[in-house]
């Protein structure tokens, strides 16, 4: 079955940090790429996407993603880490031939501290 | 626009009481989903919605009814709660049509409790 995984489940960072989280899918095929976040207490919102072109996308706040094809993984970086991106973060993958239907990684809570 | 819109925000229910939860978007958007979000297990599909009059099994369909009222309307049913069923339910919506299919946008979610 296809899957995606995110193997950082809690990062817990300093103000200023840089960050990385990984996601990794199985399928060897076309995918529709993205990261959601969750902020405590609200709905889902849409970081970043990728569908085809540069493989280095950039979202909103500060974010962007690199995907590469060889290694099936889409990892989500920042520089400079704030306070205010303490979040769960989601990785979520369309495979093709599913319809639209997202695959969600488990989701990495990310703790920044001042 | 208000976007995706769910109702109720909170409920609590005994084992084997039904329930609706209710989904509407205002955003012109043809395809709609349900999810319920578990600690450790990220968002779950539970079913969709492709286009207005036709509805689909995701991942985890069990125990759930689903209607797609209209474009704009897609509710959750749970016939027969079980303590199984206590999550956070989230409505999205999006636009299906041919790949690369687009993002989807989230409701504010349904925190359900069942006793």
């Known amino acids: 079955a296809q899957s995606v995984s995110q193997h950082n489940h809690h990062v817990i960072l300093s103000e200023a940090a840089s960050l990385e989280l990984g996601c990794n899918y199985s399928?060897?095929?076309?995918?529709?790429l993205f990261w959601y976040v969750q902020y405590p207490g609200q709905h889902l919102q849409l970081l970043l996407k990728y569908f085809s072109g540069d493989p280095l996308v950039k979202g909103i706040k500060g974010f962007e993603a690199e995907f590469i094809k060889s290694k099936f993984s889409f990892n989500l970086r920042k520089p400079s880490v704030q306070w205010s991106d303490t979040a769960e973060y989601f990785c979520a993958v369309i495979f093709t031939g599913t319809a639209s239907k997202l695959t969600f990684g488990t989701g990495t809570r990310l703790q920044v501290t001042l | 626009n208000a976007g995706v819109t769910q109702t109720p925000k909170f409920q609590v229910l005994k084992t084997g009481q039904s329930m609706t939860l209710q989904c509407a978007q205002d955003m012109n958007h043809n395809s709609m989903y349900w999810y319920r979000q578990d600690p450790g297990m990220g968002l779950r599909l539970i079913y969709y919605?492709?286009?207005?009059?036709?509805?689909d099994k995701g991942e985890v369909p069990n125990g759930y009814n689903v209607s797609r009222l209209n474009k704009r309307e897609f509710s959750l049913r749970l016939e027969s709660a079980a303590p199984s069923q206590t999550s956070v339910y989230f409505c999205?919506?999006?636009?299906?049509?041919?790949?690369?299919?687009?993002?989807?946008?989230f409701g504010p979610g349904t925190r359900l409790t069942v006793l």
């Open positions: 999205a919506s999006g636009l299906a049509g041919i790949w690369p299919y687009n993002e989807q946008f």
């Open positions: 919605s492709a286009s207005e009059g036709t509805t």
């Open positions: 399928y060897g095929g076309t995918v529709n």
